[in-house]
């Protein structure tokens, strides 16, 4: 369980986007995005505390998430430093964040019976469904340029030029974030077993290519298989292939980009990042692969998954998205969701709830982001 009570940041809620994003400091006195340790402006960033540096690139890669995503439903995004996994011969784990809860079978849902992260349902409900919860939580690791012994340290700054040996923090964010809002299965990755029994959204667009199976249809032992089938396990969208000829590696001739996939399971990181073979780069891959504030195929994978999208044609230009108009406002909002299902018990989120209080499990599905020596 989080050790501190909750506090919303003054001034975070980012709102004139599309998606309005509350920022919530689960920091105590004194530490992590309270930090009253002196420091000089860096980047663009004008923090002079090393906490307030740290708040002000998180608000500056949430607002990045919040300008390309439509809801009409606050989301509330908890976050906090901790020390993490750090070992100068293995590497480090930068970040972890995953979906504060799930839902399915709500009113607004595009597919019966299927999971959806907590801030995908309540844009498609278009009402929060979870009131007294957070929608995504996060934790970055304090160790870095502080007790880990590896050589790297975070940077700061908003323009995303760090020095030799450090991790810009923004990209970071942007892609821990990115696994909150949607980016990940929920499926069990040493089991193969869906969560509770039901399909995610995100597993019904992963297909085994030496198969030709979607994971949906496949037994649990065949999931297993898929997820260490290096190159063959595939993102199959519409808008993600249509998309895909920006890649020179990592995509197949039909399309399909690959996903995570390693020979020996990666916990936490296979299946739920696209593969590291991406040339160029992409911003969801597991690694760190330097600065990255575009977030590149990672958005038309939102548009696969029923997140209204701006700004790459999907939906409409970003000025039409948050231009006062409440009819294109309207437009840019709905236009993504699919014919309403009968409404039904929504228990997923509690079933999280219900997690949270009897194991201290805080997120689900917790991806990590690292880094190598």
Known sequence: MLAFPLCVLSGAGLAGAAATINVINNDGAGEGFNDPT???????????????????????????????????????????????????????????????????????????????????????????????????????????????????????????????????????????????????????????????????????????????ELWPGMSDAERVTSSTDPGDLHWVGAEVVAASGSLSDGVHASGHVEMFAPSTLDPGSSVSHFSDDLDPDGLMEPFETGALHDVGLALELFADLDWCICGNGVVEPPELCDDGNSIDDDFCSNACQGPPVPMLPVWGRVAGALLLLSTGIVLLGQHPRRVRP
């Open 38 to 212: 002196g420091v000089a402006p860096v980047g663009g960033n004008p923090g002079t505390t090393l906490g307030a540096q740290r708040l002000n690139a998180f608000e500056f890669a949430a607002e990045i998430w919040a300008d390309l995503i439509t809801s009409d439903v606050e989301i509330r995004l908890a976050a906090e430093f901790n020390p993490l996994f750090c070992d100068p011969n293995v590497g480090a784990v930068l970040a972890l964040a995953g979906a504060a809860g799930v839902d399915r079978d709500f009113a607004g849902a595009p597919v019966a019976a299927t999971f959806y992260p907590a801030a995908l349902a309540d844009k498609l409900a278009g009402m929060d469904l979870f009131p007294p919860g957070d929608d995504v939580g996060a934790e970055f690791n304090s160790s870095i340029g502080t007790t880990c012994t590896l050589a790297v340290d975070w940077y700061y700054g908003l323009d995303a030029s760090p020095g030799f040996g450090e991790v810009d923090f923004v990209t970071t964010v942007l892609h821990e974030l990115g696994h909150g809002l949607g980016f990940a299965t929920f499926v069990d990755d040493t089991t193969g077993e869906k969560f509770l029994g039901f399909d995610d959204v995100f597993m019904l667009q992963l297909e085994d290519h030496s198969t030709g």
